[in-house]
Each structure stands twice: as structure tokens, then as C-alpha cells.
């Protein structure tokens, strides 16, 4: 995709949504860094409503430590892997009390020395906790990514640094929520939804869909 493409391509969806926001419901950073790393293979509105009533109960890394792992699984057993998840959210919470003062390290080698968080949790959090340009590459923001033709890769990591590269800075803020968002409700898997696509003439996937008569 040409740069001037790729301009105009987050110039609409800046347009349509100038403040884009996540699906995962939180209430200060150590209760995101949570919920992201409960979300691997798991839906943000799954894992919303299992931390609806956690995240009543705790808010800080010793609260989590206080309820303890019995406790967390019987809160988030609807979520898939929550007995590994909740071994994980522990020990992480343990790690940020020993070694943070249970405060959520705003540095991305620092976040991804925790148990259960990966290099796209780490990105999450650093971008929706505290304001950092990242790109946190999912499944949706990967096929959009790649369909597009925007930032072909075929790894999460070759796609992430291609984007960092091609977004415009004055919408590197925004853009991950912005991809993800267009490929969880537009460039959907099996059937996007070309024919209503803000940017469908900037796209140059090859199996668009069309309207039927």
C-alpha cells in the first residue's frame, strides 16, 4: 500500500472514530495488565464478564496475592486456560510486590518478564495504560494487516514492525485500536464486509465480497 494510501486509509477511520477505545473493561493499570493476559484465546466479552465481579474485589497486586489462586479460579473458570491463567496472575502478582512495589512497570522488557504476559499483552497495556505508540498485533489486526497489503508479514513480530515503520506519527496513538476494531467488525475472517468498508478502495485484497442482487 503507498504511503499517501496509508495516510488517508487512518484518516477515516480517525474520522469515523477519533477516540477508539478497548473492549476489555479495567480499572487502572494493574486491573488491564489482568484482564489482557486473561484474554489470550478468550473473547473480551468472556473475559469481561468473569472480572465484572473480580475486579470488585481487587484492584492491586497484594489484593490479588490476598484472595489467591483458589479464589481467582472460581472467578475466572469460564474463561478457557484459567487454571494455567490464574497460576500466572499470582505469580505475576507476586513478582510486581517483590520487585515493583506492586506498581505495573511502564517499560516493555520490564512487563514481559512477568509471568503469562507476552510481547502483545505488554504492548496493550503500555498503550491503552500509558499512552505509548504500540502496536499490539492480534489475529484481526494481522489479516487486516495482510489483506490490505498494508504491512504483509508473516509473523505477528514482522507485521508489528512493518506497522511501526508505515503508520504516520500523528496516528501512531490510535492505530492499533484502529486495525483491530475494523477487522473485529468489518474485515471480518470468513466474510468482510467489503461492500460497506470506509476504505475498501484503498484495499487491494483480491476475494473482496460484493453485494447480491
Not at 21 to 49: C, F, H, I
Not at 93 to 119: F, I, N, S
Not at 171 to 186: P, V
Request: proline share 6%; aromatic share 6%.
Amino acid at each position: 500500500m503507498k504511503k499517501a494510501d496509508i495516510h488517508e486509509f487512518f484518516r477515516r477511520l480517525e474520522e469515523r472514530d477519533p477516540e477508539p477505545q478497548g473492549e476489555l473493561d479495567y480499572t487502572n493499570p494493574y486491573t488491564l495488565l489482568v484482564a489482557v493476559a486473561l484474554s489470550a484465546q478468550a473473547t473480551d466479552v468472556g473475559v469481561n464478564k468473569a472480572t465484572k465481579d473480580l475486579f470488585k474485589v481487587i484492584s492491586t497486586p497484594q489484593e490479588m496475592l490476598d484472595l489467591g489462586e483458589e479464589k481467582l479460579k472460581e472467578y475466572i473458570k469460564t474463561i478457557g486456560l484459567f487454571n494455567t491463567k490464574a497460576k500466572n496472575v499470582i505469580k505475576a502478582a507476586q513478582m510486581l510486590v517483590d520487585e515493583y512495589d506492586g506498581v505495573v512497570p511502564e517499560d516493555r522488557k520490564e512487563l514481559e518478564r512477568l509471568p503469562g504476559v507476552g510481547r502483545k499483552t505488554a504492548n496493550v497495556v503500555l498503550n491503552i495504560a500509558f499512552g505509548h505508540p504500540t502496536i499490539a498485533v492480534d489475529t484481526h489486526l494481522f489479516r487486516v494487516s495482510n489483506r490490505t497489503k498494508m504491512a504483509p508479514g508473516k509473523t505477528p513480530l514482522a507485521v508489528e514492525l512493518k506497522l511501526e515503520k508505515k503508520i504516520p506519527k500523528e496516528f501512531a496513538r490510535h492505530a492499533h485500536h484502529w486495525l483491530i476494531l475494523h477487522g473485529r467488525y468489518i474485515c471480518k475472517a470468513r466474510t468482510p464486509s467489503c461492500p460497506t468498508c470506509p476504505v475498501e478502495d484503498l484495499c487491494t485484497f483480491k476475494d473482496k465480497t460484493v453485494l447480491k442482487d
